[in-house]
């Protein structure tokens, strides 16, 4: 716990610092946009051999070029993600010549393809942090919601190997109609296994995908009821005390929330300040949620600038500002465009999932 609290104390003070500067510290990098699977709220998706994605990818070297660049501004942390960055086959090469370059990579992944040559290979060459999504823990919601039973089994074996490699694994759960009947039994399996699994309720419409559609989601009561469970069911004894802080306007980042912009109306979290996001086609944004302000790279240092500027023009909700529900809410410029196409729009889902929270937790406040 010591060493745990020591690096998030190093962590903020770095980006705290970062702040200061305007020093690009943690980016992404989406190596694709193809996948094994086909989830139903995804919002890039491509199939596998999709060739229209493999001829815009960007190659090999562009990549190393822009990791070398963005080390050269200041970056320290590195995320590898998707799509699933494993089924580009330089994706190994990728991964060794970030290392070399001394970046803190992490990696995003379904975990399809982990098999034991990747274990040995990530025991061999250990990630900051490798990140598996976990989309419910039977064969049947492998196939309702990635139209792939067989998947199940593969996560399974990849976490289970992983762990025992002694790999620093985390697990994500994105709680929507098709798996909110397995949001427990997953949280149950990662705690039998000594993993962080972390849950997201909020699902975002799919702004990036090739067709149009709607956000694949729970009603906004429904979604805060999945979240209170989980919550009591994750907590347990200090349930009550995570509820006196919801009573007083606050969640303490020891609880696990999702990160949200806390107060005011200009943006306030990391996005464009020290933290950015390139897309597979090789556009820079503030985060990947985020599809404006984008910035064609041609170098590395005039696309940040580029964003960094334009992040300090978006203001959110003149109506959120004071809303009591603030600090409970998912509302952030990522979720305002996603759910208005504005900045400053009021996001109606958040906003409903937000009183039904507080609604909720009020209710079991007054059990106790």
Not at 119 to 137: D, H, M, R, S, W
Not at 178 to 206: C, E, G, R, T
Not at 250 to 276: H, L, Q, Y
Request: hydrophobic share 35%; charged share 25%.
């Amino acid at each position: 716990m010591t060493n745990s609290l020591n690096y998030d104390f190093f962590i903020n003070h770095l980006f705290a610092k970062g702040t200061e500067k305007g020093t690009p510290l943690s980016g992404t990098f989406e190596l694709t946009p193809r996948c094994t699977l086909n989830c139903k709220m995804c919002y890039i998706h491509r199939s596998p051999n999709s060739c229209e994605a493999i001829e815009r990818e960007k190659p090999t070297e562009w990549w190393l070029d822009l990791a070398r660049d963005a080390r050269k501004e200041g970056m320290l942390l590195l995320l590898l993600t998707g799509g699933e960055p494993l089924l580009r086959s330089d994706f190994e090469e990728i991964y060794l010549e970030c290392r070399k370059m001394g970046f803190l990579v992490s990696v995003n992944t379904n975990g399809t393809l982990i098999d034991e040559k990747k274990v040995k290979f990530f025991a061999e060459n250990p990630p900051q942090k490798l990140n598996i999504t976990l989309y419910g823990t039977s064969e049947d919601t492998y196939e309702k919601l990635c139209g792939d039973r067989s998947a199940f089994k593969k996560v399974i074996y990849a976490i289970k190997s992983l762990k025992e490699a002694g790999v620093n694994i985390k697990l994500n759960y994105s709680i929507n109609p098709y798996n909110k009947d397995d949001m427990l039994k997953a949280y149950d399996f990662a705690k039998a296994l000594d993993v962080h699994i972390q849950p997201v309720s909020y699902m975002f419409p799919p702004l990036r995908a090739s067709v149009d559609g709607k956000a694949v989601r729970l009603t906004a009561e429904k979604a805060a009821l999945a979240h209170v469970e989980w919550q009591r069911h994750h907590l347990g004894e200090r349930f009550r005390e995570y509820l006196d802080h919801i009573k007083m306007g606050e969640v303490p980042e020891e609880f696990g929330e999702i990160c949200v912009d806390k107060t005011g109306e200009k943006i306030n979290c990391r996005a464009g300040s020290t933290v950015f996001w390139v897309t597979w086609d090789g556009k820079m944004t503030p985060c990947g949620m985020m599809i404006t302000p984008s910035a064609e790279i041609t170098d590395f240092n005039s696309a940040w600038q580029y964003i960094r500027t334009e992040r300090e023009k978006i203001v959110l909700p003149a109506e959120c500002k004071n809303c009591s529900l603030r600090k409970i809410c998912d509302v952030c410029a990522a979720v305002t465009f996603a759910e208005t196409g504005r900045y400053d729009g009021v996001p109606t889902y958040a906003c409903e999932k937000a009183k039904f929270y507080n609604k909720l937790c009020q209710k079991e406040l007054g059990k106790n």
